[in-house]
């Protein structure tokens, strides 16, 4: 265990002494728990008794008041037939087992078990929760839950390296390389972009658009130079392009680090400033991967622009 904890960064802060041993136990228990969750949760064991109850989870749940993550509920056959993600675990399981609709009904009738994971952070919350309902495609998850990002850019033209003007809407089926959660943060962002580039917005954006520009921005001026920009460079504005982003962890003094090379998303992990420093290098070693795709780069720079993530 010693050499693992020390290739992972993990450090014992009372050595030799059982309760110091028990929190390096514990916290080396995470990390490979975080770095392979995804075969923790296709092997299920199905509790029974917990099945009988009218609320068979109430006594699992009591402590997560307020508690940001996942849950995964499990029929009888071993089958993740709901995945859930809430900022408050507690208050979000408990309403399933007392709505009264067709669903919850049916739902509460198969569910025999409850698996949480305690995320903390609602960045990788909101991450993980549509990779994972993807991967699993759960009977109860049908109805899609509205994604935090739902508005996109769309460079034009498409399938091209070169953007001459873009388009601004809701997501819907066609998927956008860069997302957005409002047009009030859309448009800030694009005036920023256009500045930086020197374009100019009566040929960058489309007439329609442009009423909604001017509402949601301040009425800046700056001289055109420029005709387009690449794609390539709109992305990168999306993230800084090296950092760790830094944020919220599961509970007391832990926090959960992002990082970012290259503009992209490459994984998170937790650590304590306390006892941990910010060591890219351990860090990495420590990290849960993440694919870099466009909407994992839209929730880490959504947050990032919040200020919830920091560097």
């Known amino acids: 265990m010693k050499t693992v904890s020390k290739e ?3 450090v014992n802060t009372a050595r030799h002494r059982a309760e110091g041993d028990a929190r390096l136990t514990l916290d080396l228990l995470k990390v490979l728990f975080e770095k392979d969750r995804d075969s923790v949760f296709s092997e299920v064991r199905v509790s029974r008794e917990a099945s009988v109850q009218k609320n068979p989870f109430k006594e699992q749940v009591r ?3 307020n508690k940001v993550g996942l849950y995964y509920i499990f029929n009888a056959a071993d089958e993740i037939i709901y995945i859930g993600s809430s900022k408050d675990l507690q208050n979000s399981i408990n309403r399933h087992f007392v709505a009264d609709n067709i669903v919850a009904l049916a739902l ?6 409850l698996e ?6 609602e960045a990788i919350a ?5 990779k994972t309902v993807e991967l699993h495609r759960p009977i109860y998850n ?11 850019i769309f460079p034009e033209p498409r399938k091209s390296h070169s953007v001459e003007f873009v388009k601004v809407y809701a997501v819907r089926h066609q998927l956008p390389p860069l997302y957005f959660d409002s047009p009030k943060s859309l448009y800030p962002w694009l005036q920023r972009l256009m500045m930086e580039y020197k374009l100019d917005p009566a040929t960058f954006l489309l007439d329609k658009d442009r009423g909604h520009y ?19 460079d709109m992305r990168k504005a999306m ?3 090296e950092a760790i982003l830094v944020g919220p962890g599961r509970k007391g003094q832990e926090k959960c680090a992002v990082i970012v090379e290259g503009g992209r998303v490459l994984g998170y992990t937790y650590f304590y400033l306390s006892t941990d420093r910010l060591n890219r290098a351990q860090l990495k070693k420590r990290m849960v991967d993440l694919d870099s795709d466009a909407y994992t780069i839209g929730v880490i720079g959504h947050f990032y622009r919040k200020g919830y993530l920091k560097r």
Not at 108 to 113: G, K, L
Not at 116 to 121: H, K, V, Y
Request: aromatic share 6%.
């Open 108 to 113: 509460q009738n198969e569910a025999v078990r």
């Open 8 to 10: 992972l960064g993990l």
């Open 214 to 232: 001017e509402k949601n921005v301040k009425p800046l001026q700056w001289k055109p130079e420029e005709q387009s920009m690449s794609l390539s």
């Open 116 to 121: 949480i994971e305690d995320l903390g952070n």
């Open 126 to 130: 909101e991450i993980l929760f549509h």
């Open 239 to 241: 993230l800084p392009e």
């Open 142 to 152: 049908a109805v899609k839950k509205k994604k935090l990002l739902n508005y996109g």
């Open 63 to 65: 402590d997560l008041q």
